[in-house]
T-cell receptor
Framework: QKEVEQNSGPLSVPEGAIASLNCTYS??????FFWYRQYSGKSPELIMS????GDKEDGRFTAQLNKASQYVSLLIRDSQPSDSATYLC????????????FGRGTQLTVWP | DTAVSQTPKYLVTQMGNDKSIKCEQN?????MYWYKQDSKKFLKIMFS???????INETVPNRFSPKSPDKAHLNLHINSLELGDSAVYFC???????????FGQGTRLTVV
């Protein structure tokens, strides 16, 4: 079982729609959860971090964490073509601090 | 001011050569990492250093040798380069072992 799994996509949404990205993780003791955005040929860029159950909102982005279901998601409201990128879910396990486990990413395309 | 900077950005070299990649962060973080992103874009931890001490060595061939002269620097030396070493190598840093990591711009290594 992979440490972090994401829908591989690609996910395609029209401009102005809500994009929903999902991630599950295998270690119930995981402590920290992150979403990164990576444009082609660029480095991963942190867009959200979440540490406790519930929702966390930052502008058009909302991260949702459900530790009981071992599930973390990212919602992008009012999607823009500039949001087109690969979105990476990353998790720090409680038993192996100092190591971010990444999912394989979901490629998002927002079409005008 | 670049927060995490790596040099060089591109590296093309022949099999069997030895090469180094340098990384510096000016964020005052105590933890630094090397990640490898393969052709399928999967990001995998290689090494993790906390306060200059190696804490994670993720089953990397011993041809790869990291060195951290101080908390702001983490270099990666690779001996006897092989074709399979071709990838993008990212340096990252964080404050603490379970916090969000910030990535450098990456070094695209091509072994011919």
């Amino acid at each position: 079982q992979k440490e972090v799994e994401q829908n591989s996509g690609p996910l395609s949404v029209p401009e102005g729609a809500i994009a929903s990205l999902n991630c599950t993780y295998s270690d119930r003791g995981s402590q920290s959860f992150f979403w990164y955005r990576q444009y082609s040929g660029k480095s991963p860029e942190l867009i959200m971090s979440i540490y406790s159950n519930g929702d966390k909102e930052d502008g058009r982005f909302t991260a949702q964490l459900n530790k009981a279901s071992q599930y973390v998601s990212l919602l992008i409201r009012d999607s823009q073509p500039s949001d087109s990128a690969t979105y990476l879910c990353a998790v720090v396990r409680g038993s192996t601090l100092g190591r971010l486990y990444f999912g394989r990413g979901t490629q998002l395309t927002v079409w005008p | 001011d670049t927060a995490v900077s790596q040099t060089p950005k591109y590296l093309v070299t022949q099999m069997g050569n030895d090469k180094s990649i340098k990384c510096e962060q000016n964020l005052g973080h105590d933890t630094m990492y090397w990640y490898k992103q393969d052709s399928k874009k999967f990001l995998k931890i290689m090494f993790s250093y906390n306060n200059k001490e190696l804490i994670i060595n993720e089953t990397v061939p011993n041809r790869f040798s990291p060195k951290s002269p101080d908390k702001a620097h983490l270099n990666l030396h690779i001996n006897s380069l092989e074709l399979g070493d071709s990838a993008v190598y990212f340096c990252a840093s964080s404050q603490g072992l379970n916090a969000e990591a910030f990535f450098g711009q990456g070094t695209r290594l091509t072994v011919v």
